[in-house]
């Protein structure tokens, strides 16, 4: 049988074109996401200042920032979470459970002893125990990520409301703790700068470590990953500790911020941080997204609502713009890439 | 049997391996010889064994009995990686690559590796992980960007990254690497074989290539050795130089190839065709494609990737959109053209990507036949599950499905069974006007591909008109009446096979 | 040379691996069929073994039933979408606007009111339908939007308060009031609802091409099935269940409020539908046992009540006993990526 030979020249011509463009495409595509997503935020920033004047001062800023602070602390968890392609809902019982103790085992109004550092440590620990319960369950037990951290926030819970007790609402007797949150160190909040550090830290391990490319191989196709030799439940169990340990973290300085908790801490936080992971970009699938994006997220989120709020909009309406922001949010997204053979699920 | 009979150690001893699984012997005894600088073919049925070799090979399975020599040293393979830092690196069927990531990290995710690549610790210093990846990719002869991310790269680069991931273990600890090409070719178009076939011949002077693949021509045409699995017995190891195409075909079948007996249905001009398609374009794919296809006769449409048949074909069945030019089924122009319609229309699609596309794995193989066109088996909506099943029985039979279990989720079944049942769900519609098939016998083995092909031609004998995107030219040409060829989106020639008689040459010479 | 070539037939290599593995396959199978009924009856009689009187005059599957009732109506819409591979996070936000709706309504509108509702809330679920199959977006995401705007809904028609059924209760109380055996008609609905369900995903077309479109979309549009209509398909009946879940709402307490009764019901109605053997990748479920599933669901708060802990830990158990039902009736495949 006859066969016809290309000559080398001319495929390998013909691939150069196509690999130049590929890797021009790659990084433009990598941009165009954040990009627009900033732009959304400075035109938001933008309306709320000429609704309400105050929006743009010093002041409110310095408030906004502050209130992003947990949000942003929870959010690298989830992001870590979302991009293996699972999720974490257990992030208010956690933070229920980790405040209460934290609450306790600090100087309170109902008596107890002050333990220092121990106050700290013990619910960090906590954090750390309930993540890696969520781990273990979902590896070895393969529960999915959904149900197994579902459960875990009504344990939080639960174990929140045992330790809380029916007596009076604890409030913490240190008041250097209470205002240390919102303390403006070098223009921003104190606990802004932990969040921000924080943050920092998060988005270098994603690029620069191989924990965090081997965390965008498994949520890219985990069956590779493991026959890679990667040792992917190992990895995904380190993942739920970090996020149990940073929702732990929130848990503490949220009880910092109200002076005090019952075991409602939590309350409203998994709603604001998964939509603004899914805003940013993150796809819940896994292996797309990071840190910058949780980042525009969570920003846009809190703008929001700190402008909704200060244009006088009724808080009835609250969800409602919020809601319908994250729908038209993730239809721009999907809607560059339809095609009659997509399937999103 | 011939053995090699060179003095040096050979890179790979396989002796006595045995394995089975519950009741079944997957491996008998299986032996053989592999020296640094050879090709050797590795070919058989599905079922043979050659998979349960290979996953033994890469450390995923564990032989019975037996050994396993690298290098004249006796080795065990306790799992992947022993294997990789042993040098044998695979580059699959399906790919393996992370599509989120760069080309280098890609390269360099073997974790035999590591250090001197790229990472310190855990920590990557990305200028040099660039700057290893592009010298990996130069010693195979490409020039892809190590930045790239892959999921932005074509089929045939991706293939390039595998290989170049395959032998980076080369460098590990001064082994001869040895690198398995499973199926490689079953997904290129024509040209980039010529890309794949050069990468082999370098691969030779580096270390030793398994080449695994249902082709008997590349086989014949790149192996220095062919080993032919039976049953999961060794029963050829035969040079190249000794062995025809035929005989392989033999070793490996059982029985000779049946002649092909294709009758060429003439074009009766008074009958409207079954499909005209005129000035159909699609933006950045294909424009001005005007063509027919008559009943009883097969438009093969050839070219390579890039050529837009593909998007072609899906348009034809509404799966994709087009920009321009019109549709037409017997004579009638078509509007809002999505799948449902077409089917409703009596256009069946046996897309490339079975797996995926082309069955539902999870349902039994008698739900998947009536998932489209129920026939008898539904009254309206409903559907009744004792006609099913005797739908289903009836085209286990006629189109001889092994195993006989109309019940079995059809992933289970091996690839050319499932292929025949793809088939009988579109076979199932009495009013199929228009069959189209995109490589239907990509990974069948011979025997199965016999039987697809058969009921192709008899789709056409029941008045069908079919179109057919080939694997292989000698496929088109075996097949067609008309042949269409088409190069970058636009029809570069038509032939009437009973009248011009063309060649390989003179389809080549079109679509390059 | 002459080279041997065995006669054993590789069709029939396959088929004995086939044999070895099916055991195991059926074993699974069954557990799949009775596994929800089996755990629910097992919880019943820890129950009934600890608090006697909790079986005594059929009350204790009375209030279960009662208190199963929405969860089951929710639970096997829930299914339905979940069966062809997405979520519905705002089908308890959708009963909330429902029952307010009723409770409006009811006064002026009499028995027109409920079809009223029905037609008004399904209509909102095939708008999900349709923007998750025509833009093609993550369901998790879009529900989750369309879970806020509903609860703006809610809060805006009732202003912030619980509305009061005005006249005309009687249109709908009786199917809360009415029993048979000792169980509530709102609960029998479920049933029916849940039976009719089973039914069409086994016996129509309409429901394989759902399946198929869980377990393999690609495939399914392969195969030519209507995927964008089955989905808002399934979204409009996720609807039309919250609506009916609405209606047993005001049936027994006769009042609803963004705040009250109905307002928790997602995550209890997901894990009905997942204890009752539904897959969260989709393409499997059978919506008769999710009828089990939302009794064991609905049996645990009451149960742990009635068993006496103490209301502090009753979300601890709740949760516990969550995670540990679930990982019983789970369906997993060997080989499948869990996420």
Known sequence: MMTTTLSPEQSSGVNEKLIQTASRRSLLKSLTEPLSLLGALVVLIVIFSILNPRFASLENLQNLLNQASLPLIIGIGATFVILIGSIDLSVEGVMAATGVTFVLMSANSRGGADLGIWAWLVPLALGVVLGLASGLLYTKARIPSFLVTLGMWFVGLGIATVLYGTDAYPELSNDALTVWAATITAGLPNVFWVALILMIIAALALRYTRFGRATLAIGNNEDIARSSGMPVTKHKIVIFIIAGALSGLAGILAVMQMGGTSNNIGDGYLFITIPAVVIGGTALSGGKGGMLRTLLGIMLLMVLKNGLILAGVSPNFEDMVSGAILVVAIIAVAWSQRGRLRIEK | ?512 | MTTTITKTDTASIAQKATADGLRSRRAAKLWGAIGPLVIFIVMFAIVAILVPTFIGGGTGLSIVASSAAPILLLAVGQALVLNIGSIDLSNSALTVVGAILLAITLGPLGAVAPVVVVLVVSLFGAVNGLLVSFFQVPSFALTLGTLGIFQATALVISNATTVYVSQNGGVVSPLYTTRIGTLPLTFLLGVVVAVLAWLMLRFTRVGQGMTAIGKNESGAIFSGVRTRALKVTAYALSGFMSSLAGITIIAQAGSASPMGLGSDLLLPGITAAIVGGTSISGGVTNPVNVIFGALTVALVPIATAAIGIEAQAQSLVYGVVIIVVVSLTLSRNKNSIVK
């Not at chain 2, 960007?145 to 080369?170: C, H, K, N, W, Y």
């Not at chain 2, 290539?209 to 050795?225: P, Q």
């Not at chain 2, 029985?255 to 398609?277: I, W």
Request: aromatic share 6%; hydrophobic share 40%; proline share 4%.
């Open chain 2, 1 to 512: 049997m011939n053995k090699s009979t060179t003095a040096a150690v050979p890179a790979l001893r396989l002796t006595g391996i045995s394995k089975t699984f519950g009741s079944v012997e997957a491996l008998k005894n299986v032996s053989c010889e592999i020296a640094k600088g050879e090709v050797i073919g590795l070919i058989g049925e599905n079922g043979a064994g050659k998979s349960t070799l290979l996953k033994i090979l890469t450390g995923i399975y564990q032989p019975d009995q037996g050994t396993i020599e690298i290098n004249g040293a006796k080795t065990k393979f306790r799992g992947p990686r022993d294997s990789v830092l042993a040098g044998i690196g695979v580059v699959h069927q399906e790919q393996s690559l992370f599509t989120n990531l760069t080309v280098a990290e890609n390269i360099s995710m073997n974790s035999a590796t590591g250090r001197r690549f790229g990472t310190t610790f855990g920590i990557y210093r990305w200028g040099k992980l660039y700057k290893s990846a592009a010298e990996t990719l130069e010693i195979i002869g490409s020039n892809l960007g190590p930045r790239t991310r892959v999921g932005d790269l074509s089929f045939v680069d991706r293939q390039m990254v595998e290989i170049a991931r395959a032998i980076r273990v080369d460098t590990v600890k001064g082994a001869s690497p040895i690198v398995i090409l499973d199926e490689p070719t079953a997904l290129l178009e024509r040209g980039e074989t010529e890309i794949l076939e050069r990468e082999i011949r370098k691969l030779k002077d580096l270390g030793s290539v398994i080449f695994v693949s249902h082709r008997l021509d590349e086989i014949m045409r790149n192996c220095d050795r062919i080993l032919v699995m039976r049953n999961g017995e060794l029963v050829a190891d035969r040079p190249t130089s000794q062995v025809t195409e035929a005989e392989l075909f033999k070793l490996m079948v059982g029985h000779e190839s049946r002649a092909t007996n294709h009758q060429r249905g003439k074009v009766n001009p008074d009958v409207v065709p079954v499909l005209e398609v005129n000035n159909l374009r699609r933006k950045g794919k294909y424009s001005d494609i005007s063509f027919a296809a008559h009943a009883g006769r097969v438009t093969a449409i050839v070219g390579t990737s890039g050529s837009g048949r593909e998007e072609l074909s899906r348009a034809i069945f509404g799966a994709e959109k087009f920009d321009g030019g019109t549709i037409a089924l017997n004579g009638k122009k078509v509007s809002g053209w999505r799948t449902p319609k077409a089917v409703r229309n009596g256009v069946a699609y046996v897309p490339a990507e079975r797996k995926v596309e082309g069955m539902v794995g999870t349902f039994s193989a008698a739900e998947n036949i009536v998932l489209t066109h129920p026939g008898s088996a539904a009254f309206g909506p409903i559907i009744m599950p004792w006609k099913r099943n005797q739908v289903a029985r009836k085209w286990f039979a006629e189109l001889d499905v092994r195993p006989n279990d109309i019940d079995q989720d059809l992933e289970r079944f091996s690839g050319g069974n499932q292929q025949k049942v793809v088939m009988a769900r579109w076979l199932n519609d009495p009013k199929l006007q228009l069959l189209v098939l995109d490589h239907p016998l990509r990974g069948l083995d011979p025997g199965a591909a016999e039987t697809v092909n058969e009921h192709i031609k008899g789709a056409c004998t029941n008045g069908a008109a079919v179109i057919l995107l080939a694997d292989t030219l000698e496929e088109a040409l075996e097949m067609g009446d008309d042949i269409v060829v088409m190069r970058d989106g636009n029809i570069t020639a038509r032939f009437d096979v009973s009248v011009d008689d063309p060649s390989t040459l003179d389809l080549l010479e079109r679509m390059v």
